[in-house]
């Protein structure tokens, strides 16, 4: 069973720190991502497990084994990269086998653990192609497939899927995911795409700046964001400035609605998180919240509806039923769906944060 432990592990590159005490405990047989806008930290935790960088500070453990010092190439650790890294020259088999032959595997051997890849990553067809007449879900198949070869106790993927168009890249989403419950090994996988750590995950790691700022399982991670940052990051949001007037009751524009939050000092001031398919809506003046509204856009399997209130917030509903542009409607929502969370850093700076952020590659 293999264990990573990241204990009080820092970063600097050049006047930058990268990571700042990282501290976390990676488990065998369990699906990571670490996820986060670019120059966040995430691709540089996966250069200290890989081995391609040490840290200045703290330890990186594997099974209470301190491998700081420990080369990539002495660590049971695969990496495939955003860009595959594929020979060109060599065609998918002997992409495949390289490190085998480096490492002067016998034939026997090889052959028997490149049927078992092969039939993994449903290469078998695809064996003798050359890696130019391959499609980028073939040739990202290839990348792990040379990967998983080497047998190793931990799978780094760094970005593998952004190159892929959106239908190729949900489908090896489920390939990825499936691949990982039959090899029974850790994957650590990046990514700054909020869908696919949703899809793939059995934990996600939530970065910013170098710090770890929440972890748990996607329905964690969405459902009870710890802060703005995170509850805007992980799907859209709508995020209102909030009074905590007591246990189970919070204050909007002067309004009382109950929720099922406590513990938190009372006329404290929050933000207050409602997703939009939580929210539903009926007739004017018979809801929580009368709106008119502004915007509707058909989204396939739902309408996005922007709504305006009478404070001027917009408020944005995922919704089966359409509504008509410029109508007054109430907006309604369960006492469950409205979450409380502690303010953090300056608002405005957050949101200038987040929006250059927001589809960039690390």
Known sequence: MTTIKLENVAYTYGDTQVLKHINYTFED????????????????????????IEPNSGEVRFDDKVVNKIPANHRKVNTVFQDYALFPHLNVLENIVFGLK????????MDKKLDEVLRLTNLEEFKNRNIGDLSGG?????????????????????EPLSALDYNLRVDMQYELKEMQKRLGIIFIFVTHDQEEALGLSDEIIVMDRGNIVQTGSPKDIYDEPLNRYVADFIGESNIVRGTMIRDRVVSIYGRSYDCIDGGIKPNTSVDVMIRPEDIYFGEHNKGKLNVTVDSVLFKGV????????EDGYEWVMHSTKNASLGSKISLNFAKEDIHIMIPGEDEENFIERLESFQGEDE
């Open 29 to 52: 047989n369990k699906f990571y991502t670490i996820l986060g806008p670019s120059g966040c930290g995430k691709t540089t935790i996966l250069k200290l497990i890989g081995g391609f």
């Open 302 to 309: 739902h309408y996005e509806i922007c709504c305006l209130d």
């Open 102 to 109: 480096i490492k002067k595997t016998s034939k026997k051997e």
């Open 138 to 158: 073939q040739r990202q198949r290839v990348a792990i497939a040379r990967a998983v070869i080497n047998e190793p106790d931990i799978l780094l993927l760094d």
